[in-house]
């Protein structure tokens, strides 16, 4: 059976003027999940959303929030972005509590990821992955949209891919960086199972939402 990928399309690349329409329309397009940037401009050096507007544009989408909190001290910060409607939470490993962190988002049985700067060895990921629910593979330095894909950090999707196998564990690899059609198959067949997209997805406007996303999907 052919594998299936799921495309999460990151609002950081959506017209933030018009939200409740944008969600409606790659809802409409074939997404799977929405992605939500959340930096701090300290962790990151940008400043994005905050649980309000999490919360305020939650009842726009059925699909699932995927929330990636780029921050120094994301277990601040879990409980609000759980109240917000975030259905999963991603923290980075360069961050606090790591441990106390993951732990806390799955007391709330919510999905909890782990992510990694793209000069952090994957293998400081290893003692977390019995833990988690997903990886997020960064394929550009976290902090800001429409970056250059960084095609040395495509080895780490088969790092994960083979200790996956290897443990016998169940957490999903995602790709988020610079993701397009023309490096998604190659990323999907070292074992991606998630693609995060912004400016592929959004570039061209809501009418060509549908033909993006079934491009990155193969």
Not at 68 to 73: A, I, K, V
Not at 193 to 217: E, M, N, Q, W
Request: proline share 6%; charged share 20%; with cysteine.
């Amino acid at each position: 059976m052919t594998k299936i990928v799921k495309i999460a399309p990151s609002i950081l690349s959506a017209d933030f003027g018009q939200l409740k329409q944008e969600l409606a329309a790659i809802e409409k397009s074939g997404a799977d999940l929405v992605h939500v940037d959340v930096m701090d401009g300290h962790f990151v050096p940008n400043l994005t959303i905050g649980p309000p507007v999490v919360k305020a544009i939650r009842r726009y989408s059925s699909l699932p929030f995927d929330v990636h909190l780029m921050m120094s001290h994301p277990f601040d910060f879990i409980d609000a972005f759980v109240n917000a409607g975030a259905d999963a939470l991603t923290i980075h490993i360069e961050t606090e509590n790591v441990s106390e962190t993951l732990k806390k988002i799955k007391s709330y049985k919510k999905h909890a990821g782990l992510s990694l700067r793209p000069k952090t060895p994957i293998e400081t990921l290893d003692p977390y992955l019995p833990m988690l629910d997903l990886v997020l593979v960064m394929t550009v330095e976290p902090g800001f949209g429409g970056q250059k894909f960084m095609d040395n950090q495509v080895e780490k999707i088969t790092w994960l891919h083979n200790k996956r196998s290897e443990k016998n564990l169940s957490f999903k690899i995602a790709v988020d960086g610079g993701v397009s059609s023309e490096n998604a198959p190659k990323l999907c067949a070292l074992g991606a199972d998630i693609l995060i997209a912004g400016t592929s997805v959004f570039k061209d406007g809501p009418h060509h939402y549908a033909h993006h996303i079934k491009s990155l999907r193969g």
